[in-house]
């Protein structure tokens, strides 16, 4: 079911065309909310000017062929031109009625594409940190409402699992000894694995030159050294899973596509650049040069696609992966969520590739930009000795806070209890906090603020949810009766707006790619829910207002709980 917005904005329109012609079909109805109504529609003032009219003569005319007789039961100029449009109880009554109805919540399906997101991305036999919190979180709330549009989404988890690191990590692997506990460091400790083989290559010359042996061993495909990588790669998984299933998002192994999946390619994708006299020498290196982009004093930027020593960079591995998108996986639009520091290598990969003819104009890139998170002092957040946080460790505080912080709040529930809902508030507001700011901004990392009951917080929002089951549990009946939806007063009204608005912001979040508007409309939608709450009672009314309001408890229960679960948050049945 459409919004009362989408219901009257065509409508404005078609009365604009009808007033002034064909050549105003197109012109925007500016429909917002209002205080003197429920929509108020600003498009007199601009067509005012093109017209050369007084802006109230211009509505005046509007109105005079605006056809809403069945969805407004007032409309009224105010003011220097503005239409005032107030919907009529019939209309809001029937529309929340079919929105109840409809298993999808008013959720529209666009036409469905192939979307490819690049993701998460951490480093084998390494901790992730807290720069993976944020490309994590939004990648996988934007593949959770993609999908729920009905695309079809294809994750990639590109994960760094090649190169000159790999040559340490496995001496240092030998020399610990495979199945020893300083091994399975990988899976529980990865930060201590690398940092003592980092430590033995930069003291050690012996164990430098075998780490440097084993580099080449790896890339010409030995198999004992391919046998060691893949056991380093293996306890990785489970400390990326345990990771994974910490956050509660839907990373699989299947997902994982690591840097060592396109080694075998970048001989061909090199020799194709070269071929079509894209890629040319400078300085021993093979290069791409753009138009358009230039570093300093406006010398040419190249994009290094083979260095002089013969190996490849990170360049040759992004270019391999745009072919591979769009020629094996088929993406009409593919996702890079990643720092937005990577903006201008990722402009110049898609560059080179469009130039090769791997990228054609119906395959769109997108940079999903994402900003730091930063600390109390407003710098990258990191630990009192200046290392990247642990996320591990940043999520096992966030338990803790929200603990403490349930046990001061309710301090009569059980340690058991609290041990049961603590990680779903805790991991809960670290997502929300991350979601609910633009993702190309910056945010102040502040777990107080995060795990508080009041405010724009994801425990406000579960606090809601557990509100409305609350009812249900205390009411007689739990169907929820159709026919008994009557929107009479002024909470019931703001309340079924608000309700019909979801399917509008998913849509919008599905165009735009910024879920933080569905957290703005989730917080708004629970803030409008408390007002009805107080000022309309539910279980005390009468028998045919019980029923529609539960009915309208019930819609604001599944929407902010499919809200929720498409940002990947858990919404527990108590709070």
């Known amino acids: 079911m459409p919004s009362a917005q989408a219901t009257l904005a065509p409508l404005v329109s078609t009365a604009i065309e009808h007033a002034f012609g064909t050549e105003h079909r197109d012109a925007d109805p500016v429909l917002r909310p209002s205080q003197f109504a429920d929509l108020q529609s600003n498009a007199a003032l601009p067509l005012a000017k093109r017209l050369g009219m007084p802006p109230r003569d211009v509505a005046e005319r509007i109105v005079a062929a605006l056809d809403v007789d069945d969805v407004c039961d007032r409309v009224e100029i105010s003011g220097p031109g503005f239409i005032n449009l107030t919907l009529s109880q019939a209309w809001?009554?029937?529309?929340?009625?079919?929105?109840?109805?409809?298993?999808?919540?008013?959720?529209?399906?666009?036409?469905?594409?192939?979307?490819?997101?690049?993701?998460?991305?951490?480093?084998?036999a390494k901790e992730m940190h807290v720069g993976h919190l944020r490309t994590t979180v939004v990648g996988d709330a934007l593949a959770r409402l993609l999908e729920h549009l009905g695309h079809t989404v294809i994750r990639q988890n590109h994960i760094g699992d090649w190169g000159t690191p790999f040559g340490l990590l496995i001496e240092h692997l030998l020399d610990v000894g495979e199945g020893s506990d300083d091994a399975l460091l990988v899976e529980t400790d990865p930060n201590a694995f690398y940092q003592a083989a980092r430590r033995k290559f930069d003291a050690d010359p012996e164990f430098a030159a075998r780490a440097r042996t084993r580099v080449v061993a790896l890339q010409s495909g030995d198999p004992e050294t391919l046998r060691l990588w893949k056991e380093l790669l293996d306890l990785s998984k489970q400390y990326f899973n345990a990771i994974y299933s910490r956050l509660g998002v839907s990373l699989s192994d299947a997902d994982l596509a690591g840097e060592s999946s396109y080694n075998d390619d970048l001989p061909r994708v090199t020799a194709e650049l070269i071929d079509a006299?894209?890629?040319?020498?400078?300085?021993?290196?093979?290069?791409?040069?753009?138009?358009?982009?230039?570093?300093?004093?406006?010398?040419?930027?190249?994009?290094?696609?083979?260095?002089?020593?013969?190996g490849y960079g990170y360049a040759t591995t992004d270019l391999a992966t745009v072919r591979h998108r769009v020629r094996n996986l088929s993406a009409d639009r593919i996702l890079y969520v990643v720092g937005a520091p990577q903006s201008l290598h990722l402009e110049m990969v898609w560059a080179t590739a469009r130039k090769a003819g791997w990228l054609p104009d119906d395959a769109q890139p997108v940079h999903v930009k994402i900003g730091n998170v930063l600390g109390p002092d407003r710098k990258i957040l990191k630990t009192r000795s200046g290392a990247p946080l642990r996320l591990m460790a940043l999520l096992d505080e966030a338990v803790a806070t929200a603990d403490a912080t349930i046990a001061a709040d309710r301090p009569g529930m059980s340690a058991a209890e609290r041990a049961r809902l603590a990680p779903r508030v805790g991991v809960g507001a670290v997502k929300y906090a991350d979601l609910s700011v633009a993702h190309d901004s910056e945010y102040v990392f502040d777990l107080d603020r995060m795990v508080a009951l009041n405010g724009n917080t994801s425990r406000y929002l579960q606090y809601a949810v557990a509100r409305t089951r609350s009812i249900f549990r205390k009411a007689d009946d739990t169907a929820m009766d159709l026919d008994s939806i009557a929107i009479t007063q002024t909470e019931e009204r703001a309340l079924a707006m608000s309700l019909l608005e979801f399917g509008d912001v998913i849509a919008e979040v599905g165009r735009a790619l910024e879920p933080h508007r569905l957290c703005t409309y989730l917080f708004d939608l629970a803030q409008t829910y408390s007002v009805f709450y107080e000022q309309c009672p539910i279980l005390k009314a009468a028998p045919h207002v019980h029923a529609s309001r539960l009915a309208l408890t019930g819609l604001t229960r599944d929407v902010l709980v499919r809200g929720l679960h498409l940002l990947g948050i858990e919404a527990p049945a108590t709070m």
């Open 277 to 310: 006299g894209i890629a040319t020498i400078s300085d021993g290196a093979l290069c791409v040069f753009l138009d358009g982009f230039t570093g300093r004093e406006g010398k040419p930027l190249p994009l290094i696609i083979r260095k002089s020593d013969g």
């Open 92 to 124: 809001l009554s029937s529309a929340t009625r079919v929105l109840v109805s409809d298993p999808r919540h008013g959720v529209p399906q666009p036409t469905p594409e192939r979307i490819v997101i690049d993701y998460s991305a951490p480093n084998v």
